[in-house]
């Protein structure tokens, strides 16, 4: 039998809209914006709205942005972005069908396994939380996960941007809490790559700035907008709309005022520096109407998600979800579950940067062993979407012909051949046999993450820093800190050398 | 009783949260000479009581209870003037007063305008400062109002710290016996109300409706 050409492999995608569906939400959205208008409270955005010809309603604050420039503004936008590590040798591609997985941002608590409670972060804590991202495959950004409660919470943005540089040199997603936080966080950026010319040209870092719903950009977030497009450090705009609280109870509807709340980001980029990076992104949610709670591991959260990715992707738009977390409070089967669940629909949408790896409690909470079995999900989703190949051709009658009279497949060369490519491994699932299992101390899950947790942290060493940079970065950082009354940065062990 | 049907309308337009309906009815029972005090205590308070019920039965979900408050708000706007003219006459009875709001440094306001719209369904003479609102703020406008109340609401856990800080603020000023301090929010627990010394927390509207009502010794609002 002769050998054909390979097939291509069928990428394994999900889509909820049609295309009409798709068109009709962008149209009512840009009527929305033409109509009804959206605040934006930042004196400086609003001069740029008036110099492009757009009606403001001074009194208010409401601008009314007409079609065409929306139209404009979509044509001067990238459609991808490539950020690269500390280092800048590693590049990855932010578009097209990529997706990145990277812990879910900003927890205010962490959840401590030892004692199953939660409690403040601090800086030891924050600086685990980085070099076991470090460590984790699956994981291709880190982000500013948690909010160290031993610095002033004036700083506490620029300080975990300073730990996460110091400690991965993975690409990271953060964002700011104060407008003044941006120069401090731009100049440790730059210090990293040696310099403002080359911090802009390769971009390690993304910002969040999250609009507020109903439509609303507020003074913080619109001068994030300003400030990165102006530094072209790639904006994710968070639209996170809340069904039937803070957008409309459909689907449909949170759809509507999702993509005119992110189109208007847009807008107010490109008029900063037409041609600034933008990843369409989100965290809106459907709104439980008895506990008043966000779920993020509700389905149709997650059918939020990959629908106005999809609007995204039509745009020609990099994308960004917050999926693949738990509202779970501790590591228990619902935790699993909505992770599990998210991760897997968020990689058959395509959706560029999926943040949510180690969340639970309604984005609140981070927990290591939970980041580590993540990680597992992330890991499986890749492999899902790297779908059923066509090794070689043909694909089995040849397997036979010498092996007529064996009954298995484990000493043929084909097997070994194959087996590492086809199938992955797990680092914590349990696939023992029950003895076996018992005999290990009948370990859930979320102890074997422990496990796995403890030994990282012991064994892990991250890329280090020069001694040179370490330094400036600290200068930098304790500049900031004594501006916040702060004379000296709380002990890092990982770092003070 | 002549009234019995009208009133029961009330009851419903204010349990199936029909505003203008409530409205509707408010207008024709003050046009028939009712007392306003008997047209607010058989005919729409029945229907906010009723509402909590159902939300407590799990029967209810936010939009049913919201639509029952405002309901309940909009005849209250037609009947406390009428009150307020029959009070002057009668010496009246005194509402509770309760000044709320969300914390500075936190703009979640979800919760609380739930809070705030049960308890002004409830009868309280609510004032409502909005979201992120600085603490001196709030013991002004309780010193202003002469309020018998005061809700701090707090979404996150940076921001709970300020529901301890009003505390401090009361104490160092001298005027923490002067008002019952109520705390609520995603984040706050009995446990935390007790440790920041306030005088209650509830972990809902309907259950911070009955709250306010022990605290102020469960007398009518």
Known sequence: MSARPLLPVLRPRVELLSRPFIEQIIDEALTLLGLHGLLVENEEALKLFREADQDVDAASGRVFIKRELVEQCLRTVPSSVTLYDRSGRTSFVVGGDEVHFDPGSAAVTILDPSASKIRRPETADLVRFVRLTDALPHLHFQSTGLVSGDVPEGMADVYRLYIGLLHSPKPVVTGTFRMESFAPMRELLASVRGGEKNRAQKPLAIFDACPSPPLKWSRLTCQSLLDCSRAMIPSELISMGMTGATSPVTLAGTLVQHTAENLAGLVICQLARPGAPVIFGGSPSSFDMRKGTTPMGAVETMMIDMSYAQVGKHLRLPTHAYMGLSDAKVNDSQAGLETGLGAVLAALAGINVVSGAGMMNFESCQSLEKLAIDDEICGMAYRLLRGVAHREDPMAVHLYEASASKTNFLAHPHTRKWYRLEHSFPALADRDTYDAWAELGKKTMADRAADRVKSILKEHQPELLSDDMLRTLRDIMTRTAHGHGLPSLPLDKQADR | ?221
């Open chain 2, 1 to 221: 009783m002549k009234h019995d049907e009208l009133l029961k309308q009330m009851t419903d337009a204010v349990v199936n949260g029909q505003a203008a309906e409530a409205e509707t009815l408010a207008r024709k029972g003050v046009s028939l000479g009712i007392a306003p005090g008997e047209l607010i205590d058989r005919g729409f308070v029945p229907g906010i009581r009723r509402a909590g019920e159902l939300w407590e039965a799990g029967d209810y979900f936010l939009p049913e209870l919201v639509s029952s408050a405002e309901a309940m708000k909009v005849a209250m706007g037609v009947l406390q003037p009428e009150l307020e003219k029959t009070a002057s006459r009668e010496g009246g009875r005194p509402k509770s007063r309760v000044v709320i709001g969300t914390v500075e440094g936190d703009i979640h306001d979800i919760g609380k305008n739930l809070v705030a719209a049960l308890l002004a369904a409830n009868g309280f003479e609510v004032y409502d400062l909005g979201a992120s609102v600085h603490l001196e703020n709030f013991l002004d406008k309780a010193l202003e109002v002469d309020a018998d109340v005061i809700g701090l609401s707090a979404l996150l856990t940076t921001t709970m710290l300020n529901q301890r800080r009003f505390l401090d603020l009361l104490r160092s000023k001298g005027h923490r016996s002067r008002f019952k301090v109520l705390v609520g929010g995603a984040p706050v627990t009995e446990q935390w109300a007790s440790d920041i010394g306030a005088d209650g927390y509830a972990e809902n509207a309907v259950a911070a409706v009955a709250l306010c009502r022990r605290v102020l010794g469960g007398g009518r609002p």
